[in-house]
Structure formats: structure tokens, C-alpha cells
């Protein structure tokens, strides 16, 4: 998949009933799975975006990883399987943006509301999608996964996030719309390649 724009995510994120931000520096965020389910590589895309107050739209598209790396989708952490965030939804507040102990202590887009989920239990590389949703706080945070590269190896038992470099622009997002009063809390628009 090439690298979509704001515009584009915009589109299709109303298209399909997701709602956008659009008080000036309210941010909208969310994921994009590619159709590539089996590399556990940085293959997805993470996005944020905003309108400033002049109405224009802005933010950013960057790689990174919306599933669980390769280790543990082999020796999934919950014997029901790799969690696996539901994609075509958009999971309301479910994130807490936190300069400290949001994940492992770090600074992070910690889960703080109920998520939907898919367990992908055949301890396979590839993930699984469909079969039963859950609906819980399944800890699958937004956070930092290191800057050696572009595999996710152990980063990720199911959270989302990129390297120091890409998660320090959300961060800074975050920040931005915090400044502007509209505090810490986040939705998360968790897209598909195939909604393109």
C-alpha cells in the first residue's frame, strides 16, 4: 500500500461513519493494517490529524505497527490468543495520552477504555482476523518500540506504535491538542488497506 494522505484517510474514514475532529487542534487518530499479515515488520501506517483554525487540515502519516510482533503471535500472552485490535470500527476514548507511566512507565497513549478485539489463537505468524469480538481493556497501548529498525520482534503483543522518531511526533500532537483545551483523551480509528 503506498502512503495515503490526510485528505484520503479523511474521506474514507466519513465514508464509513467515523467521526473527524474538527475543532481546531481536536486531534483524530488511528491506524491503517496493510494486507500484509505475516511479516511482523513496520508495515502498517499510523496517522493523526487536525484542523487549524483557520479549517485547514493538517497532520501527519508515518510507518508503523498496528498488530502484535512475531513472537507473540507465536506465544501469545493470553491463552485465548494474540489480541488483535478490530479494524473498521473506531474505539471511542479509549486513550489516555500520559508523559509518564503510560506503558511501562514511559510516555505513551495508554489504554484507558474498551477496545473490540480479535484472539488470533492458531500460534501462527499470520493473523487471524474475524471470529468473536471481545470488548475489554486489553492494555494495547500506542507507545515507543525502539530505533534499531524495522522489525517489531517483541515491541508489540498487540499494541500499536513506531520508532522513537515517529512516536515523538504523536507525542507531540498530543501535546498540541492538550495546549489548545481539548485535553488527553484520544479515539482511535483502527482502518484496513481494503477501506482504500
Known sequence: MNKPTIQNIKDVMLSNGMKVFTSPFDMTLGGIRTKDNKSGKFNDYLFMMYHDEKGILNGIVEQGTTDAGLFYRTSPINAKGTAIIKHGIQHKGCYTYMEKNGHKGQEAFKQTGVMEYWRDADRDVYLEFG????????????????????????????????????????????????????????SFAMLHEDMF
Do not use: P, R
Open 131 to 186: 471470529g468473536e469480538t471481545q470488548t475489554a481493556i486489553n492494555a494495547t497501548n500506542g507507545h515507543d518500540m525502539g530505533t534499531l529498525g524495522n522489525e517489531v520482534g517483541k515491541w508489540s503483543a498487540g499494541c500499536w506504535g513506531g520508532v522513537t522518531t515517529v512516536m515523538d511526533k504523536f507525542y507531540n500532537h498530543a501535546k498540541l491538542q492538550m495546549k489548545h483545551g481539548h485535553g488527553n483523551k484520544f
